[in-house]
């Protein structure tokens, strides 16, 4: 197989390996996906769990002050019907001030019982909002999971098409060359052949060696960027420069003979003109 036609084939599967790569890393990312919402809706449970267990302490409480509140009014009210049979300034002092510390606590349970009542209140409505979030998000879960699984199908289905088209140009190709081209494309961001122009590879844009440049310019052998390992193929640029040895340009050995009677020549007509100057001054 010329080294045209292997190019031609690099260049191609060059294009299918990116495509496959590029499904390949898509079916790894969908799960990751799936994970992030999982992770959502574990959030949303877990929070709607420790809201829940507040709710109950808050309603505990709520219940309590209601049991103090009524032991409070109770204690009061009892001393009230007790100032009718006093006897006794003493004992009128004593229910007084029995009157006036449980009035203070059902002033304060009440006050307790409010504001747990309100919290209570919050809570509540926080729930039903949590609860419908997760409803909404396990749906859509559900869903996601449905649809996974034909997405994660038809790009493997894509994929095989691939290999398919890849194996058919494989045939020819050198094993270890093929092994190699694959894996420059996967850590190259699917470049795995380029062009020099100018003596500058096209990958890394590095200035290559003038004897390395001609090495792929022959085009006689795969040959690899020593700078960003990709396969290298010649492309002819404006400004390129001639780096081959040309014989036109160099002579040959009659021209040099050529040369030397040229300047017998010469040296033969300044001789002449010497003499003529020095007959010219003896007269």
Same mark, same amino acid.
Do not use: W
């Given at each position: ?26 079916? @790894?990312?969908?799960? &990751?996906? !799936?994970?992030?919402? *999982?992770?959502? %809706? =574990?959030? #949303? ?61 059902? @002033?304060?349970?009440? &006050?307790? !019982?409010?504001?747990? *009542?309100?919290? %209570? =209140?919050? #809570? ?160």
């Amino acid at each position: 197989m010329v080294m045209d036609e292997v190019f031609d084939k690099l260049r191609t599967l060059q294009d299918i390996l990116s495509q496959k790569i590029e499904l390949e890393q898509a079916i @790894q990312e969908i799960p &990751k996906i !799936l994970t992030t919402q *999982e992770d959502v %809706l =574990s959030r #949303l449970k877990k929070s709607f769990i420790e809201k829940n267990q507040e709710y109950d302490r808050v309603k505990a409480n709520v219940a309590q002050f209601k049991t103090l509140l009524a032991e409070a009014e109770a204690s009061r009210e009892r001393a009230e019907r007790n100032m009718d049979t006093i006897t006794t300034q003493r004992e009128y002092e004593a229910l007084d001030k029995e009157i006036k510390d449980a009035t203070e606590k059902e @002033q304060q349970y009440r &006050k307790d !019982l409010q504001r747990e *009542e309100k919290n %209570l =209140s919050v #809570l509540a409505e926080e729930l039903q909002s949590d609860a419908s979030m997760i409803e909404a998000a396990e749906k859509e879960l559900a869903e996601r999971r449905a649809g996974i699984e034909s997405e994660i199908a038809e790009k493997k289905a894509q994929i095989e098409a691939l290999v398919q088209e890849e194996q058919n140009l494989t045939p020819g190709l050198d094993p270890e060359v093929f092994f190699k081209f694959e894996r420059i494309i996967r850590n190259k961001m699917g470049l795995g052949i380029v062009p020099i122009k100018g003596g500058v590879c096209n990958g890394c844009h590095m200035i290559l060696p003038a004897q390395f440049a001609n090495q792929v310019r022959m085009g006689e052998e795969i040959v690899f960027c020593p700078y960003c390992s990709r396969i290298l193929f010649y492309e002819e640029s404006e400004q390129e420069e001639q780096d081959f040895f040309n014989d036109e340009d160099s002579g040959s050995l009659s021209d040099l003979d050529d040369l030397d009677m040229d300047e017998e020549e010469e040296d033969e007509e300044e001789e002449d003109e010497e003499d003529k100057v020095d007959m010219d001054y003896d007269e």
